[in-house]
C-alpha cells in the first residue's frame, strides 16, 4: 500500500484560491490512479476529482468542474488538487485516495480506492 500526506490546507475568504497537495511513499506511485475525496462535518464523503496514471485524463464533481484543476507529477511522487473561486460550501477535510486498479469515473465509489491520506482542512469564509 502507498502512504499519502496530504498539505496546504487552510483558511482562506471566498473568491479566493488554495492549492493542496498529496505526497506519496514508494517508487510505484505511477502505477496509482488518484482520487480527490472531500467531507464535510455531518456530511458523506464525496468525491472531488481524479487522475489517471499518467495525467492524462482528469475527472471531476459537477460541483467543482470548471474551478478545481487536479495534476499529477510522477517524478516528485505528488499529486495536486487546486482550488479557485472558492465557496463556502467547499469547506470540508479534504483527503487524497490511490487505486492500484481502473476507475469507473461516473460511477466511482470510495471503496474503489484502498489507500488515504489523514486529510487537510479548507475553510472557506464568506
Known amino acids: 500500500q502507498v502512504q499519502l500526506v496530504e498539505s496546504g490546507g487552510g483558511l482562506v475568504q471566498a473568491g479566493d484560491s488554495l492549492r493542496v497537495s498529496c505526497a506519496a511513499s514508494?517508487?510505484?506511485?505511477?502505477?496509482?490512479?488518484m482520487g480527490w475525496f472531500r467531507q464535510a462535518p455531518g456530511k458523506e464523503r464525496e468525491f472531488v476529482a481524479g487522475?489517471?496514471?499518467?495525467?492524462?485524463?482528469?475527472y471531476y464533481a459537477d460541483s467543482v468542474k470548471g474551478r478545481f484543476t487536479c495534476s499529477r507529477d510522477n517524478a516528485k511522487n505528488t499529486v495536486y488538487l487546486e482550488m479557485h473561486s472558492l465557496k463556502p460550501e467547499d469547506t470540508a477535510v479534504y483527503y487524497c485516495?490511490?487505486?492500484?486498479?481502473?476507475?469507473?469515473?461516473?460511477?466511482?465509489?470510495?471503496?474503489?480506492?484502498?489507500?488515504w491520506g489523514q486529510g487537510t482542512q479548507v475553510t472557506v469564509s464568506s
Open positions: 514508494g517508487r510505484t506511485f505511477s502505477t496509482y490512479v
Open positions: 485516495a490511490a487505486s492500484r486498479n481502473m476507475i469507473n469515473w461516473p460511477t466511482l465509489n470510495p471503496s474503489d480506492f484502498g489507500s
Open positions: 487522475i489517471s496514471r499518467n495525467g492524462v485524463i482528469t
